[in-house]
């Protein structure tokens, strides 16, 4: 258990990086797809097994071929939008900065306040059947709100992608 | 079997949304800031998850599907302002669009 935990934060940190640093969004893309299956992963060993399968078949199989369609529609060029400076000159340091800054403020407040161990869940935590249940027992408005957001998404896409002429 | 303790996820979120954060500083190409936002969100649903699983409450687990639901809309409206000005203009550096303002 705790060898599989250090893979998959030894993966998922690294894709992250590779997401962040590489220069075509292509490439982005792949390293975002490991790191979810890494993440999906650390869902099953937190007893998250419908999660775990949410985020491959949601996340990996819709949100980012969602993505790869617009790259593939609209960067049609291969060389990378980022060349040469941008009217920012010098972002990157401080942003590296406030990055890391974050990074030890979170972690010294984890290790401060959240140190103790995981108490075993009871056998059922976790299941497929328990999360429905709770889904369309207990968080039923939350439940229908999340239709209307969908609703509403679906609405505003269709406003701004489908209009023929561009004012702006 | 051993557990992980509590700690190791959450040091690892919050590692995962630092790199979120800095992705979204420092690039400047739309769809990459859009990719480092959704590194951001799986952060948040790891924490989420392992709370959850802490105080052995299922309400986590349903906020993390909440959360996707959400991350799915925004992925998609976003996309869609994308779309939008790369129709203007082929190549868009995000420092370019500045012409939102009223």
């Known amino acids: 258990m705790i060898v599989l935990y250090w893979i998959c934060a030894v993966v998922l940190v690294l894709s992250a990086i590779g997401v962040v640093a590489s220069r075509q969004p292509v490439h982005s893309v792949v390293g975002l797809i490991v790191n979810f299956a890494a993440l999906a992963v650390l869902f099953l060993t937190l007893n998250a097994e419908f999660l775990a399968m949410i985020q491959i078949i949601i996340y990996a199989g819709a949100i980012l071929v969602l993505f790869l369609f617009v790259i593939a529609l609209l960067t049609v060029s291969s060389e990378p939008i980022e060349r040469g400076r941008g009217k920012l000159e010098f972002q990157s340091g401080p942003s590296v900065a406030a990055g890391l800054v974050a990074l030890a403020l979170m972690a010294v407040g984890v290790r401060v306040a959240w140190s103790q161990s995981i108490k075993p869940p009871p056998p059922d935590f976790g299941s497929v059947s328990t999360f429905g249940v709770q889904l369309l027992t207990t968080h039923l408005f939350a439940f229908e709100v999340t239709a209307f957001v969908l609703l509403v998404a679906i609405v505003g896409v269709v406003l701004m992608a489908g209009r023929k002429e561009l004012r702006f | ?102």
């Open chain 2, 1 to 102: 079997m051993p557990h992980i303790p509590l700690e190791n996820y959450l040091t690892l979120s919050a590692a995962l949304f630092a790199i979120g954060i800095v992705g979204f500083l420092v690039r400047r190409n739309p769809i990459t800031m859009l990719m480092a936002i959704e590194l951001m969100w799986n952060a948040g649903n790891l924490a989420f998850a392992a709370f959850a699983r802490n105080f052995i409450d299922m309400s986590g687990q349903i906020f993390i599907f909440i959360i996707i639901t959400v991350a799915a809309a925004e992925a998609a409206i976003a996309l869609a302002i994308v779309v939008m000005v790369f129709r203007r203009r082929a190549d868009v550096d995000v420092d370019d669009i500045s012409i939102l303002r009223g």
